[in-house]
């Protein structure tokens, strides 16, 4: 089955700088890669997503990139802020969601 | 436009009772999956239900069952409960499931006892 891994598990940023989380999958018949974000009580909120024949797609402070050659996709925050503390999941589909472990992301001001 | 509502937000069982868990999609979505998050297991998947039929399950004892109605509500069920089951169970609405986005409630938090 699909396993999918995300780098780091924790990351810490200033707020205006950049967060960056990284995933790997491992079934090349994946073919849709969503992220999500997950706050406190609450469950994961799609932010962003990528199919297999794209490569960048960003949607204002977001951005995903995926190289499907080498089997790992991306995503970049700019300029954080402090709501965007939260932990972030990467997943891989096929005919289920297969996420990565999670990134507790936390913004300091 | 209405969100994936779940019922009830939270739940405490004694082992060996039974539960069920109950999940509206979105509106003119036909697909519904359920996830069991851990702290240790992380997301997982339980089974997926595309109009009223179980298309897709994952690696859960057969504890775990889940139905659909014909307005694509869902309902998962849990007998036997044991300690481990312990979890935010998450149900998640698509307009058809398989690769397609999809759309998380807000869960409900069982705890056995």
């Known amino acids: 089955g699909e396993n999918v891994e995300q780098h780091p598990s924790t990351l810490s940023v200033q707020e205006g700088d950049s967060a960056v989380i990284k995933c790997t999958y491992s079934?090349?018949?994946?073919?849709?890669f969503p992220w999500y974000k997950q706050e406190l009580g609450k469950g994961p909120q799609l932010i962003i997503d990528?199919?297999?024949?794209?490569g960048e797609k960003k949607d204002q402070r977001i951005a995903v990139t995926l190289n499907k050659t080498a089997k790992h996709f991306s995503l970049h925050i700019t300029e954080t802020q402090p709501e965007d503390s939260a932990v972030y999941f990467c997943?891989?589909?096929?005919?289920?969601?297969?996420f990565g472990a999670g990134t507790t992301v936390t913004v300091r001001a | 436009k209405a969100g994936v509502t779940q019922t009830p937000r939270y739940l405490i069982k004694t082992r060996g009772q039974q539960v069920t868990l109950s999940c509206s999609p979105i509106?003119?979505?036909?697909?519904v999956s359920w996830y069991q998050q851990t702290p240790g297991q992380g997301l997982q998947f339980l089974f997926e239900?595309?109009?009223?039929?179980?298309?897709n399950k994952g690696n859960f004892p057969g504890r775990f069952s889940g139905r659909q109605f014909s307005n694509s509500r869902s309902e998962m069920n849990v007998s036997t409960l044991e300690l481990g089951d312990s979890a935010l169970y998450l149900c998640?609405?698509?307009?058809?499931?398989?690769?397609?986005?999809?759309?998380f409630g807000q869960g409900t938090r069982l705890t056995v006892v």
């Open positions: 998640a609405s698509s307009l058809d499931g398989l690769d397609t986005e999809a759309f």
């Open positions: 079934d090349s018949a994946s073919n849709y």
């Open positions: 990528i199919r297999s024949n794209v």
């Open positions: 997943a891989a589909a096929d005919y289920k969601l297969s």
């Open positions: 509106s003119g979505h036909r697909s």
């Open positions: 239900y595309f109009s009223e039929t179980q298309r």
